[in-house]
């Protein structure tokens, strides 16, 4: 039996897989966010416990022999550890947006714009950089007590095996310290960012990823565990992204587009992020914007609808949900792909007295497509596309975007986070899986002809309300 855990930001998921890559069961547990002023964090030692307790569960109801673990979780943010891996403060979610004015004045005076031309990482409020340069203004004192600043799966990876020292991975430390060409850390950017006197607080790089042996807790002693890479590089791997030119579309809280490259092009306007992976050469272009299915929830919760009525509801409005539009960005810290903007809000437009549910819900769900279209053009996608996430549970939904996206999608359902962390895990250990077999789509939907062309041309209308936004967000 192969474990992958996925530490995600509102649910900790454990999943087990036999060796032909079956999904034989799946434990999970919510953890809490919490959010007031723009401060987004969450509680460590809840995680952790999460993370132990679904582990206990797991292998409590699949008894046979763990083989092996792999280990994911979310990226960006600030875990700040002591040695033993425990918490110094509350974690900086990757969704907080405290750091914005730090990084309007690095996108006024050129400092934003100089990390990527040097990584290949726009940075964004939530992200290590902003964060850690805030702390060391606003709470220097947790800084000094801390001895690691990392990131959620290297916090956990540390406990889970007692090791030493906190460790991360190329794929985590991408965002916004790693020069992708040497895969070191750039101190010039620590520079940059005021963080000189920081510097030691970024963990080592284990490149490839880092491996031990568990403690005890949640998995029997002595299991071997890999330690990464992150859930979105992760999400790749679990779907088979490994091509260049191939993507995957992540609808979930986050809605991330990756495409694999083995480019490097730091020219055009500052967006996203360049993922090194375990093969030196081979990255992934991400698009990771702030929001994606946290946007419906949103709609869902104030409109009383649940998650259960949506593909009714999709049926029950045709395309364009009678001239109701939305710009879907709704995160406090703006947007971040495939552009940055840290003051844009979402907006609702078209709306009458005549407007419905369905209407609301099918504009919103439309608008994060027209959102994943423009971040995967920004990628540079020209093969296939797999998609993935909670988003895939709505069939209408998953009709809907290969509309939108005007292509076919190959659906990766279950756990595909965790897939691709035992697939990492497997390949770090020498163990030999048949990776076509574990990274076989669940379904293939082919867009409608008609419906593709009229959303194509909803597409450029997006565009340019986007435009319009983006310009009042400004002043």
Avoid at 187 to 194: D, T
Avoid at 218 to 223: I, K, S
Avoid at 335 to 359: I, Q
Avoid at 386 to 392: I, L, P, S
Wanted: glycine share 12%; aromatic share 6%.
């Amino acid at each position: 039996m192969y474990v992958g855990i996925d530490v995600g930001t509102s649910m900790v998921k454990a999943a087990a897989f036999d060796g032909t890559g079956r999904e034989l069961a799946v434990e999970a547990r919510p953890v809490g966010l919490s959010l007031h002023g723009g401060f987004v964090e969450q509680d460590m030692e809840e995680v952790y416990g999460a993370v132990v307790a679904v582990l206990r569960e797991l292998t409590a109801r699949v008894p046979e022999p763990v083989e092996l673990a792999g280990l994911t979780g979310q990226g960006d943010g600030v875990w700040l550890v002591d040695q033993e891996g425990r918490p110094v403060r509350a974690a900086a979610s990757w969704m907080d947006g405290r750091a914005h004015e730090l990084l309007d004045q690095w996108l006024a005076d050129g400092t934003f714009e100089t990390v990527f031309r040097r990584t290949g990482s726009a940075m964004f409020p939530g992200c290590p950089g902003p964060l850690l340069a805030w702390l060391d203004s606003h709470d220097p004192k947790s800084l000094d007590a801390a001895t690691a600043a990392v990131y959620c799966k290297d916090m956990v990876f540390q406990r889970l095996t007692g090791a030493a020292r906190a460790l991360t991975d190329v794929s985590d430390a991408s965002m916004p310290f790693l020069d992708p060409r040497t895969r070191s850390y750039d101190n010039r950017v620590v520079e940059l960012l005021g963080l000189t006197h920081r510097r030691g607080l970024l963990a080592p790089i284990s490149d490839p990823v880092a491996t031990a042996l568990a403690k005890g807790e949640g998995l029997p002693a002595d299991t071997r565990i890999a330690n990464g890479p992150y859930d979105l590089p992760s999400s790749a791997l679990g779907a088979g992204v490994t091509t260049p030119g191939d993507g995957l579309l992540i609808v979930g809280t986050c809605l991330a587009a990756l495409v694999a490259t083995t480019d490097l092009d730091l020219t055009g306007e500052p967006a996203g992020l360049y993922i090194s992976t375990d093969r030196p050469g081979h990255r992934l272009r991400a698009m990771p914007a702030m929001v994606g299915t946290a946007a419906l929830d949103w709609v869902l919760s104030t409109t009383g609808v649940t998650h259960e009525e949506v593909d009714d509801l999709l049926a029950a409005t045709p395309p364009g949900a009678h001239g109701v539009r939305v710009l879907p960005y709704f995160a406090p810290s703006g947007e971040r792909a495939p552009f940055v903007e840290p003051h844009l809000g979402a907006e609702l437009t078209g709306v009458s007295l005549e407007s419905t549910k369905a209407d609301l819900v099918r504009a919103t769900c439309e608008g994060i497509g027209y959102a994943a279209r423009h971040c995967l053009s920004a990628a540079g996608l020209t093969g296939s596309l797999a998609v993935c996430g909670g988003g895939t549970r709505s069939p209408a939904w998953m009709r809907l975007l290969a509309d939108v996206l005007g292509r076919p999608l190959r659906v990766m359902e279950g756990e595909v986070g965790a897939r691709g962390a035992v697939l990492a895990a497997a390949e770090r250990y020498g163990i030999a899986l048949d990776t076509a077999a574990w990274t076989e789509p669940t379904a293939v939907v082919e867009p409608d002809a008609g419906r593709a062309a009229y959303y194509a041309k909803g597409y450029e209308e997006h565009l340019a309300r986007l435009t319009e936004a983006r310009d009042r967000a400004r002043r």
